[in-house]
């Protein structure tokens, strides 16, 4: 009965309610870096997710023990357009507002995700790419909404904003864990969750979950404030540089032919 | 070397942004036109969002016109009584056309509309330049051949002429109502707020074909114009949907007013018709470009679009 203050604490540390398969194996999770400065000069940056499984027995030879690494960005609506042609052209018909997606999401595994992941686990921690992105009740909105979330999905994935790595994750001695995510460059603002899944047989068993914060610093920092504190001083000051610029080459060359 | 852009929000190569600032402002200079038919389109290609590509591309028109219209100052080729004229008349078209382009983006299919006019408009001045230079060219070859010099007829009636409200402009050597410059203006002014740019490509062939203007003040005075009405809109766009990204319109800035000083160099040696000829073929090619797209069958037919909050 000595474990049960524990366990207790446990459940009110960790974020997501625990699956309790009564393994008693935990993971502790840390990231190289908590804080990604955007300057100028970013072009992306590679986070290290490392950790350790926890156990108070000797884990179970079988099922294997699987890791799954989830990295997501800020949620944001996006509008999903279709076009058909009309009168022999292609317009935009058809449209789909999806509520919350992803502008990131990363997904790292020890093995193949369809082995390491059951379906109503997946449901359930919204794990899979598809799974992230929250599209509830679009199906009324267009004949075949589902087309539209997976255009979402192929478009992003082709930009490099989704993605899946199955068997990137190492796991040594089913005790240590490590992957690398890389950020691309082209990253927005705001709290990236970082979620590091333990599997057996595609059951979660535990989830840990840390979060990156994404921000932009210097020049950036200013000129995003400026622009929406004060954007008429910003519009005049873009107007300043751009006549400052004119007049300026215009001398220079007049000073070089003479 | 990569960029950030702090109000797109994505991540290129500052080479690349040099790179297309210059031959837009080339453009600007040889030809005076602002250069927004070109710089939009051209940012939507790599991957800038349209409503920073449209805002920030009429920063950017503001420095290569100004760069540019400085030339034209020292050769005295502005006329500024028209130049203020069309400026004037420009602002009132374009406060129209901002508000029918709120009204029918509400109303949806607002792209569609800027793709047609794009075709349409540019299409057919296009055309009509082509076919009018390439008549002159051919006139002035026969002249040469004949060994005879071209004769011009010093009064030429047009409408313009016999409308009332005569006013002077002594730069162009015209004595016209001010009726048509000022319908020529405000047509241009609502056209460009409706397609996001600064109109040159309408006003150039307007002053030469409609007001009668000669070619040499031609240039000059619509880059003039073009500086004042782009600066609206980009205080107009940074005001209501904060979409001018200032990093991005530097780098195209420092590219453009290069190009734009080249391009006055080189628009000296050539003739004036060889110059519209030029005109009118990279006019066609936006227009050609823009109606494939419409006409072809794309390879995604999904597009994705993130809301600005």
Not at chain 1, 144 to 170: C, K, P
Not at chain 1, 228 to 254: K, T
């Amino acid at each position: 009965m000595r474990l049960r203050p524990l366990l207790l604490a446990l459940a009110l540390i960790a974020p997501l309610p625990s699956n309790a398969q009564g393994d008693g194996e935990t993971v502790v999770a840390g990231l190289s870096q908590n804080e990604v400065s955007i300057t100028a000069r970013f072009s992306g940056s590679e986070i290290m997710v490392y950790g350790a499984v926890k156990r108070d027995a000797p884990p179970p030879a079988s099922p294997a023990l699987d890791v799954i690494v989830t990295v997501e960005g800020p949620l944001t609506p996006v509008v999903v357009r279709k076009k058909n042609r009309r009168y022999g052209l292609w317009i935009n018909t058809e449209s789909v507002e999806i509520d919350a997606a992803p502008s990131f999401y990363a997904v790292a595994t020890t093995g193949l995700l369809r082995d390491v992941l059951s379906d109503t686990d997946d449901l359930r921690y919204k794990v899979t790419i598809p799974r992230a992105i929250r599209a509830v009740g679009i199906a009324g909105e267009a004949e075949d909404a589902s087309s539209f979330t997976d255009a979402l999905i192929r478009v992003r994935a082709e930009q490099g904003a989704y993605i899946l790595n199955q068997n990137a994750v190492s796991l040594t001695q089913e005790t240590l864990i490590r992957t690398d995510v890389a950020l691309p460059a082209n990253l927005i603002e705001g709290i990236y969750k970082v979620r590091i899944f333990l599997t057996r047989g595609g059951r979660v068993i535990d989830v840990s979950e840390n979060e990156i914060d994404v921000r932009k610093e210097g020049l950036e920092r200013w000129l995003t404030n400026l622009a929406h504190n004060q954007p008429l001083a910003y519009g005049l000051l873009s107007l300043a540089i751009a006549a400052l610029a004119g007049w300026a080459a215009s001398e220079a060359f007049r000073v070089r032919r003479t | 070397m990569q960029i950030y852009l702090p109000i797109a929000e994505v991540s290129v190569n500052a080479f690349v942004l040099l790179g297309l600032g210059g031959i837009v402002g080339f453009m600007s200079g040889m030809f005076g036109v602002g250069g927004g038919f070109l710089i939009t389109p051209l940012l939507f290609f790599i991957g800038i969002p349209p409503p920073i590509a449209v805002a920030t591309g009429a920063n950017q028109v503001v420095a290569s016109s100004i760069s540019g219209v400085l030339a034209h100052l020292r050769r005295r080729t502005v006329d500024f009584r028209m130049g203020i004229v069309l400026t004037i008349s420009g602002l009132v078209g374009s406060t129209i056309g901002i508000y029918v382009f709120s009204l029918l983006s509400s109303l949806g299919q607002v792209d569609l509309l800027i793709q047609l006019s794009y075709v349409v408009f540019l299409g057919f001045i296009g055309l009509l330049m082509l076919q009018e230079s390439l008549r002159a060219l051919n006139r002035s070859r026969k002249m040469a051949k004949a060994g005879a010099t071209v004769p011009r007829r010093a009064h030429e009636h047009l409408l313009v002429h016999r409308l009332p409200l005569k006013m002077k402009f002594r730069t162009s050597g015209l004595y016209i109502s001010v009726i048509p410059p000022i319908a020529v203006g405000a047509f241009v002014g609502f056209l460009s707020a409706v397609m996001g740019v600064g109109g040159g490509f309408i006003m150039v062939p307007a002053m030469i074909y409609l007001l009668g203007m000669p070619t040499k003040v031609v240039v000059g005075t619509s880059l003039f114009q073009i500086i004042f009405t782009s600066a609206y809109t980009t205080v107009a766009h940074a005001t209501t949907s904060f979409s001018v990204d200032m990093a991005l319109a530097l780098l195209l800035i420092v590219g453009g007013v290069i190009g734009a000083q080249l391009g006055a160099q080189v628009a000296l040696r050539l003739k004036a018709e060889q110059l519209r000829i030029l005109l009118a073929l990279l006019v066609l090619a936006v227009a050609a470009k823009i109606a494939l797209e419409l006409v072809l069958t794309p390879t995604e037919f999904y597009s994705l679009s993130v809301p600005r909050s």
